[in-house]
C-alpha cells in the first residue's frame, strides 16, 4: 500500500504529535462548539431550521441545474491570426472558372478563410451564371475525391508518383504513346507545361474533348481564318440578329453574350435590335427574341441556306421550307441592318457554319468579331473518335484523363472503357470518383478551382488568373503539378505559371497587379480570310442533311450545363427557366404530337403535374423511360432533351435524378432522328408553375412595341403604362392618389429601391442561386418542390402569350354570340401554339403599406426604416396569415427543419455543405416564415464601411452589395437608394417604362418593375 | 322566469301528464342510471377518433406543418376551415340562451343547456386550431398581451388573429360563466336526490351551496338577466371578428364588406343545424321526447330557414359583384364563374347543394316537423358550412393575384386525422357531459308547466277525458 506522508513528523516513532493524529482527523479542535455551543448567538440568528432547508434544496436544484449541459460547440481561435483575416469581415478574391464547360473571371468572397459566394469580376468585365454562381457550393461536395486511389483502393501520393513515372518510363522506353485527354484548358501555362512534358517523355499526344462539342465550328473557322478558334460577337451595336438554332443566350459556344445583347436592346436610347430566332425547342434565346420561327432542326438548314441566298441573290442548293416567308422576311431585315446584322448558327456541321461566316461576311459584319476570337471550346471530335478506335486497336500505351468525364458523356463510352482496358496506364484526374475515375487505374483527386493556380486565355488577348481561396479540403494534387514532377521538375505549378506569366504574357507588368485584378489584357490581333467555297458546302450540307419524322436536339439544361455539377443542390433545385420543372430532365414535344402520341401532363390535386413515360431510340440505342413534359412553342416533329442528367456515381441518392441523355449524342452530334414509344408509368414532375399564362391579367406585366414606345405623341401613362383608375368624389383620378395610410416621411437617411427590367432579364437564373448563396436559402428536394415547397425567395416567373388576347377574344364573343363565354374565357389560360415568352423576377416587393405587417398577430414583420420590410424570425410563430395575405406570394414557410436533418440530405446535412453557409445570415429554424431582406446584411455593411471611413455610400456600391443585383449579367436588376440623386435607381424610378406590380392594390412597392419592349418591326 | 299568459292556441312545449317531481326524475335519469350499450359503443368510437386526433397533432408538433398538405401559396386550408366551422357551430348555444331568453322565447328551456354545452364543447376544439396551426405552438403564448422580458416586444393590435384571441376568450368565458349560473339549481337539485356520498360531494361542490331560498333564486335571475346582456353582443362580435381574418385581408374574394354580418348569420345557421343534429340523437337516447318536441324542431327549422335565407343571398350578392366589377381579379373568388367551373367544381357546388338547396326543403310543413327530416337537413347543413369555409380559404388561395402563384391543395391524412380527432373530442365531451350533467335546464322547465305544459293546458280548455 502507498503511504502518504503527512509531515516530517511522521519519521520519528514516537512523536506525540503522530500519536495524535491516528486518534484524531483533525489536529486542532474544530470549533463546533464554540458555533453551535452559544445558544444565544444561535437564537438571535436570522437563519432558521426552514431557512437552512430552503438553502440546502436552493443549492441541490442550484447544482443539479448546473449540471444540465448545453450542446457544447467548439470554436478553436486563431493560434497565430493570419494578416488579412480579421473575423467577421469579409475577403475578396479575383480568380477564375475554368471548369471545361463554364468560364468566369469571379471575385469571390471569403469569410475566416471559406469561399462562401462568387460574384461577377465586373473589374474584368466578367459576368456568371448560375452554375458558376452554385459553384461554390461544389467545392464542399461531400462526396469529392478525398485522396489517391489505385483501382479503388486507397494509396498515397508518393506511391502514386513513384509508380506513374516508372509506368511512362517504361512507355517511353517502348515507345508508346502517351495521351492526355482533357476538356477544354484554354490554359496557356498548362499547354507550354505539357510541350515540356512531351519533351520529357516523348510520344505524347493532347487530345481535347467537349461532352457538348462545338467542334464543327472551330473546324470551319480554323479552315477561313487558320486558328483553331470559336468567332466572338459583340451585340451591343446589332441592328439585326437572326439565330438558327443557337441558343446564344444560353450555353451556345460557350454563352456569356446576353451582357452585349441587353447593351444592344435598350429602348430608352430609341434603337434596339431586332432578334429573330429560328429553332425547334423552346430556348431562352428564343424565349427573348422578337420574333421566333419555329422549324424542326432538318429545316434550319434549309433556312440557312435559303437565308444566304435570299440575302446574296445566290442561288445554292437548297429545298423549300414552310416557313421560307418569314425567312425572306428575314433576310430583307439583315440586308437593311448591313454591317450590323449577325447569323449565327448552331448547326453541327462544318458546311453549315461554313456558309453563316460566309454570309456574315457577305453582309461585312460588325457584330462577329475574328480578332479576339474565343477559345473556352477546344473539343476535336474527331481526334477523340480517333483515340477511342486506337485505345481499342491497342495503339496507346497511356491515357490520362483531366477535367472530363468521357465514360459518362461519350455516347459509346462503352467503346471507351473496352479501350481503356487495353491500355496499359490509365489514370483519371477527377474531382470525384466519377464514372472514368471508376474505370481508370489511378483515380487521382484534382482541387476544386477555389482551391487551385491555373491560368486562362478565354479570348484572344484576355488573359486570366486563378488563385487559391482556401486551404485545400482534401489530399488532392493539381493535373500540372503531377505533370511537372512526373517531368522530372522539381518546380511547384505556382512557380512554372508565375514564371510563365513573367516571360510571356505579363511583358513587365506586374503579375501582383494581375493576380490582384485576376485577369491581364493585350491587344489581339487580326486574322486574315480566306474566301469559302459556299457552293461545295451547301451541296454537302445538302445531301448530309436528313430528316425524319421526329428530330431530338439534345441541350445542356440552364442549371446543370454538361453535368459536371449535377450533385449540385442549388443547381437541381433550380427551375428551369423555360419549363420552370427542377430535379428532372425530360422530353419537350409540342401539343400536337403529344395529343397524337397520347402523352399528357394532367395537373394532380396536390397542385403537382404528372407525365408519361417514352422510351427514345437512336440508331438502336435506346434510352428508355424519359418523362415528357409538353412544351408551348416546342417545333412539331421535333423533341428536347437535356444532357447531364442520370448521373449516378458520386452523386448523393437524391440528387440522381433524370435519364443520361449522353448516349443518345451519337458522334457528338446533338440532333438525331429519332423514334419514340410512350411506355406505362407515370412521372412526377416537380414543376413551380402550373399556371402558364397570365390570364388577362396584363398589368402584372405590361409590355409594348419599340414602335409604341418611340412615338412621343403616345402618353404611356394613359396606354400601355396605365396606372389602375379609382373613382374617388365621382371624379376617375390614378389609383396612387388615394391612400388609406398616412405617409412616413421617408426623405432622410438611406431608402432602397430595387428596379427589375423585363426587357433586359434573360431569365438565367443566376440571381436566383446567387440568392440562395448568400442568404442561406434551404434546399427542400424533388418532392417538397413539387407539392409546392420551394425556399426559393426570389423566383423568375415565366408567362406564355395566349392564342388571342383579352380583348380580341372580347371581340370574337361579340361576333359570335352563340360562343360560350365560359369556355372562350379559358382560352385566356391556354399557351398559344408558338408563344412570346416573358420573364419576371419577383421577390419580396418590400412594400411600403405591406399587407403582411399588419396581419402579424405577433408584429414578427415589421417596416425598417430604409424602406426594407423586415422578417424577425426569432419573433414568428407561424401563423402563416402574412403569406396568405401577401399578393405577390414571396414569402417561404419552414415546414420542416431543412437543417441538419436526414431527411433533407442536401448541404446543410453535411459538415463539408454547412461550410458554404455565411455567417451573416441566421439559418431558420422550423415553423418560421422567411423571405427576401433586401440583402440588409450586405447594405448594412456598406453603410457601416462608409461611416467608417467617414464618407457617403458611393452610387452603384448598393447595388454591387445586394446578391441578385452584382450577380445578373445584364443589370436588368437595380438596386440602390432612392435618396441618393447620383445613383441610378433615381433615374429607374422616374422611367416612364417604371411600374409597380398590382399597383391597384396600394401596397406602395420599393420593387419596380420596367416595362418590356420588343421590336415588332417588320421590313 | 314568473308565468305569463300564454295564447292558448300556442301549443304546448312539455308533452304528457308530467308533475314537477316526474320532471326531476327524466333528467336525472341519465345521471342517475346505468348507461347503456349504445352510449358505451359512442364514447369508445369517439375515444378512438380522439386519441387518434391527438396522435396526428403530436405528429404535426413533433415533425412540423408539412406533414399537412398545405404549401407556399395556400398557407391554411383544413386547419383554418375547421377552426371558422368550430367556432360558427358554437354561435347557437349563446344566442339560444341569452338572445333568446331576453325576447321571453321559452321554448328555448328545453334545448338551452345542450346548446351551450355544445358551445362550449365547440369553442375548444376550436381553439384548438389556431393554436396547432402555428409553425412554433410552444410559443403561442406570444400571442397574448402578457408583460415579458423580451425586450419591449408587444402583440400587433392590428391583427385580427389578436382580435380572434381575444374575442374567443372572451367568448368561452361568458359562455361558460353563464352556462354554470343556468347549472346551479339543477346541480342542487342532483345534489339533494343523490344517495352515493361521493356524488352528493361533487354535486354539492358543483352547485356552489344553492339553498334554493328565494334570494338565490332573485339572484339567479339577476345574474341570467345581466349575463344574457353581456352575451347577446358576443354572438354578434365572435363571427365578425372570425371574419375579419378574412374580411380584413387583400385576397380577392375574401376582402369583402358583406362578410361580418353574413358570417354571422352563417354562424347561427351552422350552430342550429348542429343543435338539430345533437338533440335528435340524444332527445331518443335520453328518453326525453316529452321535453324535446317537434315545435322545439320546428321552431329551430323556422331560424335555420331564416339565417339560411341570409346566407344564401349573401351568396348571391358575392356572385354578383364579383362579376359586376368586372376585374379579372374576381374571376376566381369562391363565388365566381371561375369557381363553379375549375377544379374546386366539386366544392362549389357541394356548397350550393347542401347549404342552399338541401335547406329549401324545410319550406314543407310536414320535413320541418319531422324529426328524422330535420335531422338529416341539419347534417346537410353541417356539410355545407364546413366547405363553405373550405372554399372560402382554399379556392380563393388557390387562386391568387398573380397566375404564376396558382396551385391546388390536398390534404394529407393528418389533415384529415386532426378534424376527425377534434369530433372525437367534441363526441367524448358531449358523452360524459348526457351522463354527468342535468341535459335539461329543469328548474326552468318546472316553471314554465303551468302556462306551457300539455297537462295544464288540457286542465284549462276543460278537455277532461
Keep these: ?1019 | 322566469m314568473s308565468s305569463h299568459y300564454e295564447a292558448p292556441i300556442r301549443e304546448p312545449l312539455v308533452l304528457g301528464e308530467k308533475s314537477y317531481h316526474d320532471i326531476s326524475v327524466d333528467i336525472a335519469k341519465p345521471i342517475e342510471g346505468k348507461a347503456n350499450k349504445n352510449w358505451y359503443i359512442a364514447f369508445t368510437i369517439s375515444l378512438i377518433a380522439f386519441l387518434w386526433g391527438i396522435g396526428c397533432i403530436t405528429y404535426t408538433i413533433g415533425t412540423g406543418i408539412g406533414v399537412w398538405g398545405l404549401n407556399k401559396n395556400i398557407g391554411w386550408a383544413w386547419d383554418i376551415t375547421n377552426f371558422v366551422w368550430w367556432v360558427g357551430i358554437g354561435h347557437a348555444g349563446t344566442l339560444i340562451s341569452a338572445v333568446l331568453l331576453l325576447f321571453r322565447q321559452r321554448w328555448r328551456m328545453a334545448i338551452n343547456r345542450s346548446a351551450e354545452a355544445m358551445t362550449i364543447f365547440a369553442v375548444f376544439q376550436a381553439g384548438l386550431f389556431p393554436l396547432i396551426h402555428m409553425g412554433r405552438p410552444w410559443n403561442g403564448y406570444w400571442v397574448l398581451p402578457i408583460p415579458n422580458q423580451f425586450g419591449s416586444l408587444w402583440v400587433n393590435f392590428n391583427s385580427p388573429l389578436l382580435w380572434d384571441v381575444f374575442a374567443i376568450s372572451t367568448y368561452l368565458s361568458v359562455s361558460l360563466v353563464f352556462w354554470w349560473t343556468g347549472l346551479l339549481p339543477d346541480f342542487a337539485m342532483l345534489r339533494d336526490r343523490a344517495v352515493k356520498p361521493f356524488q352528493k360531494k361533487i354535486y354539492a361542490l358543483l352547485s356552489f351551496g344553492w339553498s334554493g331560498r328565494a334570494k338565490d333564486w332573485q339572484r339567479f335571475e339577476e345574474v341570467s338577466l345581466v349575463l344574457a346582456g353581456l352575451a347577446t353582443p358576443l354572438v354578434l362580435s365572435v363571427h365578425t371578428i372570425v371574419s375579419m381574418d378574412f374580411a380584413t385581408s387583400i385576397n380577392p374574394g375574401w376582402h369583402s364588406t358583406i362578410f361580418p354580418p353574413y358570417f354571422v348569420a352563417g354562424a347561427i345557421f351552422s350552430g342550429f343545424a348542429m343543435v338539430q343534429t345533437l338533440l335528435g340523437v340524444m332527445r331518443k337516447v335520453t328518453n326525453l321526447e316529452n321535453y324535446i318536441t317537434r315545435l322545439h324542431i320546428e321552431y329551430m327549422n323556422m331560424v335555420i330557414m331564416l339565417t339560411g335565407g341570409i346566407v344564401a343571398v349573401a351568396y348571391a350578392s358575392e356572385f354578383f359583384i364579383a362579376w359586376y366589377t368586372g376585374s379579372p381579379y374576381e374571376n376566381f373568388t369562391y363565388m365566381s364563374v371561375g369557381a363553379a367551373t375549375g377544379a374546386y367544381g366539386w366544392a362549389f357546388w357541394s356548397l350550393i347543394l347542401f347549404n342552399i338547396l338541401i335547406p329549401q326543403l324545410l319550406w314543407i310543413k310536414s320535413i320541418r316537423v319531422s324529426f328524422i327530416g330535420s335531422f338529416l337537413i341539419s347534417i346537410a347543413i353541417n356539410i355545407g358550412m364546413w366547405f363553405e369555409r373550405f372554399d372560402i380559404i382554399a379556392i380563393v388561395l388557390s387562386k391568387g393575384h398573380l397566375p404564376s402563384t396558382w396551385t391546388r391543395f390536398e390534404p394529407t391524412f393528418v389533415d384529415v386525422g386532426i378534424f376527425i380527432g377534434t369530433i372525437g373530442f367534441f363526441g367524448v365531451l358531449f358523452l360524459l357531459y348526457a351522463r354527468t350533467f342535468p341535459v335539461i335546464a329543469q328548474a326552468e322547465v318546472k316553471s314554465i308547466m303551468k302556462v306551457s305544459g300539455e297537462n295544464y293546458k288540457k286542465l284549462r280548455d276543460g278537455n277532461h277525458e
Excluded at chain 1, 401596397?1003 to 419592349?1013: C, E, G, R, S, W
Design chain 1, 1 to 1019: 500500500m502507498k503511504k502518504y506522508w503527512k509531515s516530517v513528523e511522521e519519521l520519528n516513532e514516537n512523536s506525540s504529535i503522530v500519536a495524535k493524529l491516528e486518534e484524531k482527523e483533525f489536529v486542532s479542535e474544530i470549533a463546533t462548539d464554540e458555533f453551535l455551543g452559544d445558544k444565544e448567538t444561535l437564537e438571535e440568528s436570522s437563519t432558521s431550521r426552514r431557512d437552512f432547508l430552503k438553502y440546502v434544496g436552493f443549492s441541490t436544484a442550484a447544482a443539479s441545474l448546473a449540471a444540465c449541459e448545453g450542446p457544447v460547440r467548439k470554436s478553436i481561435p486563431y493560434v497565430v491570426k493570419p494578416e488579412e483575416i480579421t473575423p467577421g469581415l469579409p475577403n475578396f478574391y479575383a480568380t477564375t472558372i475554368a471548369d471545361g464547360y463554364d468560364f468566369a473571371n469571379v471575385l469571390v468572397k471569403t469569410r475566416e478563410g471559406r469561399p462562401i459566394l462568387i460574384k461577377p469580376n465586373k473589374l474584368a468585365n466578367g459576368t456568371t451564371n448560375a452554375r458558376v454562381q452554385a459553384s461554390v457550393l461544389s467545392l464542399y461536395d461531400s462526396l469529392r475525391l478525398k485522396g489517391p486511389k489505385l483501382k479503388g483502393n486507397d494509396t498515397t501520393w508518393s506511391d502514386v508518383n513513384a509508380q506513374i513515372k516508372a509506368s511512362l518510363a517504361d512507355l517511353k522506353a517502348g515507345g508508346e504513346k502517351v495521351v492526355l485527354l482533357t476538356g477544354t484548358l484554354a490554359s496557356p501555362s498548362t499547354e507550354k507545361l505539357i510541350a515540356d512534358f512531351t519533351a520529357a517523355n516523348g510520344n505524347v499526344q493532347h487530345v481535347q474533348y467537349d461532352a457538348v462539342s462545338e467542334s464543327a465550328t472551330l473546324d470551319a473557322f480554323q479552315e477561313v481564318y487558320g486558328t483553331r478558334a470559336l468567332p466572338n460577337y459583340d451585340f451591343s451595336d446589332a441592328e439585326t440578329i437572326v439565330a438558327i438554332g443557337a441558343d446564344f443566350l444560353g450555353d451556345w459556344q460557350g454563352g456569356g453574350f446576353e451582357k452585349s445583347y441587353t447593351a444592344g436592346r435598350q429602348a430608352d436610347t430609341g434603337k434596339m435590335s431586332r432578334h429573330i430566332q429560328v429553332e425547334a425547342n423552346m430556348t431562352l434565346s428564343g424565349a427573348n427574341a422578337d420574333k421566333r420561327i419555329v422549324v424542326k432542326p432538318s429545316e434550319q438548314v434549309f433556312a440557312l441556306i435559303n437565308l444566304y441566298n435570299a440575302v446574296t441573290g445566290e442561288s445554292l442548293p437548297s429545298k423549300a421550307t414552310a416557313k421560307d416567308a418569314d425567312i425572306i422576311k428575314a433576310a430583307k431585315q439583315l440586308k437593311k441592318a448591313g454591317t450590323k446584322g449577325a447569323v449565327l448558327t448552331g448547326i453541327q456541321d462544318k458546311n453549315a457554319q461554313l456558309i453563316a461566316l460566309a454570309l456574315n461576311a457577305y453582309l461585312n459584319s460588325s457584330v462577329i468579331d475574328t480578332a479576339t476570337v474565343k477559345y473556352t471550346r477546344q473539343g476535336n471530335d474527331a481526334e477523340v473518335q480517333q483515340l477511342i478506335a486506337d485505345m481499342n486497336a491497342g495503339k496507346i500505351g497511356a491515357v490520362f484523363t483531366f477535367n472530363t468525364n468521357p465514360v459518362y458523356t461519350l455516347a459509346n463510352s462503352a467503346e471507351f472503357v473496352n479501350g481503356l482496358k487495353k491500355v496499359k496506364l490509365s489514370v483519371a484526374f477527377a474531382s470525384s470518383e466519377d464514372e472514368t475515375a471508376s474505370k481508370a487505374q489511378y483515380a487521382l483527386p484534382t482541387p476544386h478551382y477555389l482551391e487551385a493556380w491555373g491560368d486562362v486565355q478565354m479570348q484572344a488577348g484576355s488573359y486570366s488568373l486563378t488563385q487559391p481561396t482556401v486551404n485545400p479540403l482534401f489530399d488532392t494534387k493539381q493535373f500540372q503539378d503531377c505533370l511537372l514532377a512526373w517531368s522530372g521538375s522539381s518546380e511547384s505549378y505556382y512557380d512554372f505559371l508565375k514564371n510563365n506569366w513573367n516571360s510571356a504574357i505579363l511583358g513587365g507588368t506586374s503579375w501582383n497587379q494581375a493576380l490582384h485584378d485576376g485577369v491581364f489584357t493585350s491587344k489581339a490581333s487580326e486574322n486574315k480570310a480566306k474566301t469559302i467555297d459556299v457552293a461545295t458546302a451547301a451541296s454537302s450540307l445538302k445531301a448530309a442533311t436528313k430528316e425524319g419524322a421526329f428530330e431530338l436536339t439534345l441541350f445542356s439544361a440552364t442549371a446543370i450545363g454538361d453535368g459536371q455539377q449535377a450533385n449540385n443542390p442549388w443547381l437541381q433545385e433550380l427551375p428551369d427557366p423555360i419549363t420552370r420543372a427542377s430535379w428532372d430532365n425530360y422530353l419537350t414535344i409540342s401539343q400536337a404530337d403529344a395529343t397524337a402520341l397520347g402523352f399528357s401532363n394532367p395537373v394532380q390535386d396536390n397542385g403537382a403535374i404528372n407525365g408519361d413515360y417514352a422510351n427514345i431510340t437512336v440508331n438502336g440505342v435506346v434510352v428508355e423511360n424519359v418523362p415528357v413534359l409538353i412544351q408551348p412553342g416546342q417545333a412539331k416533329g421535333s423533341f428536347g432533351l437535356a444532357v447531364g442528367y442520370g448521373k449516378t456515381k458520386a452523386m448523393k441518392s437524391e440528387m440522381q435524378v433524370g435519364v443520361n441523355a449522353y448516349p443518345l449524342a451519337q458522334d457528338l452530334k446533338v440532333v438525331q432522328i429519332a423514334s419514340i414509344e410512350k411506355v406505362s408509368g407515370t412521372h412526377k414532375f416537380a414543376c413551380e408553375q402550373l399556371q402558364h399564362t397570365i390570364a388577362g391579367r396584363y398589368e402584372i406585366l405590361k409590355e409594348t412595341s419599340l414602335e409604341t414606345y418611340n412615338d412621343k405623341s403616345i402618353d404611356p401613362k394613359h396606354s400601355w403604362n396605365e396606372v389602375t383608375k379609382v373613382s374617388l368624389k365621382h371624379e376617375e383620378v390614378d389609383v396612387t392618389a388615394v391612400d388609406l395610410w398616412d405617409d412616413q416621411d421617408r426623405s432622410i437617411g438611406h431608402h432602397f429601391n430595387l428596379s427589375i427590367d423585363l426587357s433586359d432579364c434573360t431569365g438565367c437564373g443566376a440571381c436566383v442561386v446567387a440568392c440562395h448563396a448568400e442568404n442561406n436559402v434551404p434546399v427542400v428536394g424533388k418532392h417538397e418542390v413539387r407539392v409546392g415547397r420551394d425556399m426559393h425567395w426570389l423566383r423568375i416567373d415565366r408567362y406564355y402569350s395566349s392564342e388571342l388576347d383579352a380583348d380580341s377574344l372580347e371581340r370574337e364573343i361579340n361576333k359570335n354570340s352563340t360562343s360560350d363565354k365560359v369556355d372562350d374565357y379559358y382560352a385566356l389560360e391556354v399557351p398559344a401554339e408558338n408563344p412570346q415568352v416573358a420573364f419576371q423576377p419577383l421577390m419580396c416587393q418590400h412594400c411600403n403599406h405591406a399587407p403582411c405587417e399588419t396581419v402579424c398577430p405577433v408584429a414578427a414583420t415589421s417596416h425598417g426604416r430604409q424602406g426594407q420590410n423586415q422578417m424577425t424570425y426569432n419573433r414568428c410563430v407561424g401563423t402563416r396569415y402574412c403569406a396568405n395575405n401577401c399578393p405577390y406570394r414571396v414569402r417561404r414557410f419552414n415546414w420542416f427543419k431543412y437543417n441538419e436533418n436526414s431527411e433533407f440530405d442536401f448541404n446543410m446535412n453535411d459538415e463539408y455543405g454547412k461550410m458554404v453557409l455565411n455567417p451573416d445570415v441566421v439559418v431558420r429554424s422550423r415553423g418560421v416564415m422567411e423571405k427576401c431582406s433586401f440583402c440588409i446584411q450586405s447594405t448594412q455593411q456598406v453603410i457601416l464601411n462608409a461611416k467608417k471611413e467617414g464618407r457617403k455610400v458611393a452610387p452603384g456600391e448598393f447595388n454591387n452589395a445586394v446578391a441578385c443585383s452584382s450577380a445578373c449579367a445584364t443589370g436588368a436588376l437595380v438596386f440602390g437608394d432612392v435618396n441618393e440623386s447620383e445613383d441610378e435607381i433615381v433615374a429607374k424610378k422616374e422611367d416612364s417604362r417604371a411600374y409597380r406590380l398590382l399597383e391597384a392594390i396600394g401596397t406602395d412597392n420599393n420593387v419596380l418593375y420596367q416595362a418590356k419592349i420588343r421590336n415588332t418591326e417588320e421590313v
